[in-house]
C-alpha cells in the first residue's frame, strides 16, 4: 500500500480512514462515493460531504458537487453503528520508549475492522494511554486472548515486526480441547492451508505445506486436555484448523469444524479456549532474549 500522510489526526484513538479514486466517468465524488459503499444508504454519504466530514489529501471539504478527480485520495472517519460493548480490560505487561506488550482479553479485536472500531485493543490503548502513534506488531484474533506486542515510537516497529515476518519469535499457546486416546502426542502437523472460497474461514487442501504446528499435551483435564501449541508459521486461523481436522476442536470455536450463526459471536460466556501464553525473541536494539508470558487462565483448565 503506498505511503501517504493522512491531513486528519487520530481522534478519539481512531485513525483516519482513506479511499482512492480511480480512473472512471463519474460525474461528481459523491456519484463515486455511493457506488464504491453500496451498502451505505446515499442520504447518509450526503450528509456526511454536507457536514464536510470527507477531506481530500490537503484537509479541504468534498461537497456533494465537487467534481470528479481521479488519482486522488480522500480521507474520513469510519463510522460503526450498534457496536458491541467488550465487558473485559486490558493488562499492562510490559512498557518502555520503545514497546508496550499487553494481556488481550477474549472478544477483543486487536485493529479496527468490520463490526469493531472503538472496541479493539489498538482504539482503547490509544485512548487511556493517551499514545496516538502506537502500532501493532503483530496481530491476534479477536477470539484469543494472551500477549500481544505493540510499538510506541514508530520508528522501532519495522525492526520488531521483522522479527515476526522472519520467524525470529517463539510464540507459545495453550488450548483445551477435547482427548483422543487414540492420538499420539507430542506431534508435529504441517499441512497447505487455503482461504475458502465462500466465506472467510480457511481450510487444509492438497499441495506443499505452509503452515506448521508442534502439538504437546500439557495434562488431562477431565474429558478434555489442556494442550500446548507451538506455530513454525503464523497462517490465518492455523492452530483452529490444525486442532479441528486431527479431530480434536478447541473448545468453544464458533468457526472451526463449523461455521456457527453470527448470533453466537458475542456470547461472552463462552469464550475461545485459546490463549496467547508467551513470545520470545531476540531484541533488535540490545541484542537480548526477551520473553513475555499472560497471567490469564484458560477457564475451561482450571
Same mark, same amino acid.
Request: aromatic share 10%; glycine share 4%; charged share 20%.
Given at each position: 500500500?503506498?505511503?501517504?500522510?493522512?491531513?486528519?489526526?487520530?481522534?478519539?484513538?481512531?485513525?483516519?480512514?482513506?479511499?482512492?479514486?480511480?480512473?472512471?466517468?463519474?460525474?461528481?465524488?459523491?456519484d463515486?462515493?455511493?457506488?464504491?459503499f453500496?451498502?451505505?444508504?446515499?442520504s447518509?454519504?450526503?450528509?456526511?460531504?454536507?457536514?464536510?466530514?470527507?477531506?481530500d489529501?490537503?484537509?479541504?471539504?468534498?461537497?456533494?458537487?465537487? /467534481?470528479?478527480?481521479?488519482?486522488?485520495?480522500?480521507?474520513?472517519y469510519?463510522?460503526? /453503528?450498534?457496536?458491541?460493548?467488550? !465487558?473485559f480490560?486490558?493488562?499492562?505487561?510490559y512498557?518502555?520508549?520503545?514497546?508496550?506488550?499487553?494481556?488481550? !482479553?477474549?472478544?477483543?479485536?486487536?485493529?479496527?475492522?468490520?463490526r469493531?472500531?472503538?472496541?479493539?485493543?489498538?482504539?482503547?490503548?490509544?485512548?487511556?494511554?493517551?499514545?496516538?502513534?502506537?502500532s /501493532?506488531?503483530?496481530?491476534?484474533?479477536?477470539?484469543?486472548?494472551?500477549?500481544?506486542?505493540?510499538?510506541?515510537?514508530?520508528? %522501532?516497529?519495522?525492526?520488531?515486526?521483522?522479527?515476526?515476518?522472519?520467524?525470529?519469535?517463539?510464540k507459545?499457546?495453550?488450548?483445551?480441547?477435547p482427548?483422543? !486416546?487414540?492420538?499420539t502426542? /507430542?506431534?508435529?502437523?504441517?499441512?497447505?492451508l487455503?482461504?475458502?472460497?465462500?466465506?472467510?474461514?480457511?481450510?487444509?487442501?492438497?499441495?506443499? !505445506? &505452509?503452515?506448521?504446528?508442534?502439538?504437546?499435551?500439557?495434562?488431562?483435564?477431565d474429558?478434555?486436555?489442556?494442550?500446548?501449541?507451538?506455530?513454525?508459521?503464523?497462517?490465518?486461523h492455523?492452530? $483452529?484448523?490444525h486442532?479441528? &481436522?486431527?479431530?480434536?476442536?478447541? %473448545? &468453544?470455536?464458533?468457526?472451526?469444524?463449523e461455521?456457527?450463526?453470527?448470533?453466537?459471536f458475542?456470547?461472552?460466556?463462552?469464550?475461545?479456549?485459546?490463549?496467547?501464553?508467551?513470545?520470545?525473541? %531476540?531484541?533488535?536494539?540490545?541484542?537480548?532474549? $526477551?520473553?513475555?508470558?499472560? &497471567?490469564?487462565?484458560?477457564?475451561?483448565?482450571?
Amino acid at each position: 500500500m503506498v505511503s501517504v500522510a493522512a491531513p486528519l489526526p487520530v481522534r478519539d484513538g481512531i485513525a483516519p480512514s482513506r479511499v482512492h479514486l480511480p480512473q472512471g466517468d463519474w460525474a461528481t465524488i459523491f456519484d463515486f462515493l455511493v457506488q464504491r459503499f453500496r451498502f451505505t444508504a446515499a442520504s447518509v454519504i450526503h450528509e456526511r460531504l454536507v457536514r464536510g466530514e470527507i477531506v481530500d489529501a490537503e484537509g479541504v471539504p468534498i461537497t456533494p458537487q465537487t /467534481p470528479y478527480a481521479p488519482h486522488q485520495w480522500l480521507w474520513y472517519y469510519r463510522e460503526v /453503528p450498534d457496536e458491541p460493548q467488550v !465487558p473485559f480490560e486490558i493488562d499492562i505487561l510490559y512498557r518502555d520508549a520503545q514497546l508496550l506488550v499487553i494481556d488481550k !482479553p477474549h472478544f477483543l479485536a486487536s485493529i479496527p475492522g468490520g463490526r469493531y472500531l472503538k472496541e479493539t485493543a489498538l482504539t482503547r490503548l490509544r485512548q487511556q494511554l493517551g499514545l496516538p502513534d502506537l502500532s /501493532p506488531v503483530h496481530r491476534l484474533d479477536r477470539e484469543t486472548a494472551g500477549v500481544m506486542m505493540f510499538t510506541i515510537d514508530p520508528s %522501532c516497529r519495522g525492526a520488531y515486526q521483522s522479527l515476526f515476518q522472519s520467524r525470529d519469535v517463539t510464540k507459545v499457546y495453550e488450548a483445551v480441547a477435547p482427548l483422543d !486416546p487414540l492420538l499420539t502426542l /507430542p506431534l508435529r502437523r504441517e499441512t497447505r492451508l487455503d482461504a475458502k472460497s465462500t466465506h472467510f474461514t480457511m481450510q487444509e487442501v492438497e499441495g506443499l !505445506p &505452509n503452515s506448521s504446528t508442534l502439538i504437546e499435551l500439557i495434562r488431562p483435564v477431565d474429558t478434555y486436555g489442556l494442550y500446548r501449541l507451538t506455530p513454525h508459521t503464523g497462517r490465518k486461523h492455523q492452530l $483452529r484448523v490444525h486442532m479441528s &481436522n486431527l479431530g480434536i476442536p478447541i %473448545c &468453544n470455536d464458533l468457526f472451526y469444524p463449523e461455521l456457527q450463526p453470527s448470533s453466537m459471536f458475542d456470547d461472552f460466556s463462552r469464550p475461545l479456549q485459546l490463549l496467547a501464553r508467551e513470545v520470545s525473541f %531476540c531484541d533488535p536494539y540490545t541484542g537480548k532474549t $526477551r520473553t513475555f508470558s499472560s &497471567n490469564r487462565v484458560l477457564a475451561m483448565a482450571s
